[in-house]
């Protein structure tokens, strides 16, 4: 059984789509916010924040809604279409109301964009697993990863390219090039993928699961993400155990650890444009090129981490990781204004986000029944995401009223934390096996 490469590639047109525009959303509607409308920092980071807590809700709703639907398309198709049609349509509509100077229009725009966007999140991401045989998920899952780092890099390219030095910047050009990049994906997403014929295709070659030991399929999906399906039905038929106090403690740790390492990067990505131009004096769009450094440097440490994660184990990589990201926040705060030597520590940012970001779900994973991975699933999203609401309002009032400069002292003090708490976890570190193909080393959580 061999993975179609072709096939794989249409289908991930629609997490690079997605993944186009949230780099595009992270760095320019914090700058629109603030250099248009002069909300301070706190109010923009709550409406920075307003997308993970509309994610909390519609990601499971409308993920269930996909699951539950039946038309001649297939399932997930109509909310890809639907949902891209309308994000672009309202997506133009903030350029338009940065140029007018209209805040109703620019946050009644953005918060329908929002939904837009979380209506075809979760189909577009459970599109690979109902296309794919169950064997080949993993490589799979592998180009889906890789081409949601080609639309962020995309993204960042634009900003560093059309946004001009000098006067108000004009951010149409950069919205238009990100609407046309979602609207092209998905126009030959449709035209080469038949959803339904091939789902179907799909389902006979992996057989039908008896009855009893069926599972829904978004348990199927997570299951297969974290490497542990194989396991489910075995663990539906055994049934379930309490964990043992010493995993539970292991488990509350991770989590914690989870919660504070989001609240370190998160703050950091979600502000660093505006800080590039106040405290560096970065002028247009020139930031763009410290993030794109960051993500050509996490791809790119895939396969080094992989190679770490079998040999020394997942909790040591993840330790590495956070040290890596504490030396580089660290050594943010010295810098005065911009210096070519700063990309130096983006490039170690992004590796050791990587290496937390690949290691960190299956440890959580490794601590429960199989038959419970898609209730541990949530609970990593539910701490991820709690973190990713809390931390822009939170960083925001710090760099209102305190001072743009603790950003990166803010980055490094949740960063240490996480690290204690990380120390205290002992369970879940299975060393996992060493890929067989590099291209598998790239299999992440999306």
């Known amino acids: ?3 179609n490469y072709k096939r794989t590639f249409f289908i991930g047109l629609a997490f690079l789509s997605i993944s186009a525009f949230w780099q595009m959303y992270d760095n320019i509607i914090p700058l629109i916010l603030q250099g248009t409308f002069h909300l301070n920092e706190t109010i923009t980071g709550m409406i920075m ?58 946050v009644g725009s953005l918060l329908f964009l929002l939904i837009a966007m979380g209506l075809y999140r979760s189909p577009a991401v459970a599109l690979m697993p109902d296309l794919t045989p169950k064997p080949l998920r993993s490589q799979a899952n592998a180009i889906i990863n890789l081409m949601g780092a080609i639309g962020g890099v995309y993204t960042l390219i634009l900003i560093s390219v059309l946004l001009k030095e000098d006067g108000k910047p004009d951010y ?52 297969e993400a974290s490497g542990s399906a ?51 004096g970065m002028a247009g769009g020139g930031f763009a090129n410290c993030l794109m450094v960051a993500t050509v440097a996490a791809i790119i440490g895939y396969i080094p981490i992989g190679v770490v994660s079998a040999k020394f184990g997942r909790k040591v990589c993840i330790l590495g990781g956070l040290a890596l990201m504490f030396v ?76 743009y400069r603790t950003l990166f002292p803010y980055a490094c003090v949740f960063t240490a934390l996480a690290m204690v708490t990380m120390s205290m976890v002992h369970h879940g570190d299975n060393r996992p096996e060493r890929k067989k193909t590099l291209l598998e080393n790239f299999d992440v959580e999306n």
Not at 53 to 76: C, E, I, M, N, Q
Not at 200 to 210: F, H, L, M, S, T
Not at 249 to 275: E, G, K, Q
């Open 230 to 280: 194989s396991n489910v039905t075995a663990s539906a038929a055994a049934g379930r155990t309490r964990l043992a106090p010493d995993v539970r403690r292991s488990l509350v740790m991770i989590l914690l650890s989870i919660f504070l390492w989001f609240m370190a990067y998160n703050a950091v990505t979600t502000a660093f444009s505006r800080y590039a131009r106040v405290v560096w």
């Open 172 to 223: 149409t050009p950069v919205f238009l090039g990100v609407a046309l990049i979602m609207v092209l994906a998905v126009v030959v997403l449709i035209c080469t993928i038949r959803e339904k014929k091939l789902a179907a295709e799909v389902r006979i070659e992996d057989g039908d699961a008896e009855p009893e030991d069926a599972i829904s399929p978004a348990d199927a999906r997570t299951a």
């Open 328 to 403: 580089s926040f660290f050594a943010a705060i010295f810098f005065k204004e911009f210096h070519p030597a700063i990309n130096i520590g983006f490039v170690l940012i992004g590796m050791g986000w990587a290496s937390v970001s690949v290691n960190s779900l299956p440890m959580v994973v490794e601590m429960c029944r199989a038959g419970d991975v898609g209730k541990y699933t949530g609970l990593y999203y539910t701490f991820s995401m709690s973190a990713q609401i809390l931390t822009p309002v939170l960083s925001g009032a710090f760099l209102q009223y305190v001072s």
């Open 1 to 3: 059984m061999k993975l």
């Open 49 to 106: 924040a307003a997308d993970n807590v509309l994610a909390v809700f519609l990601l499971p709703l409308l993920g269930s809604l996909s699951d539950k639907a039946d038309t001649r398309f297939g399932r997930r198709t109509p909310f890809i279409v639907a949902g891209t049609a309308l994000a672009v349509a309202l997506m133009m509509l903030l350029p338009l109301a940065d140029n007018l100077a209209n805040l109703g229009l620019f």
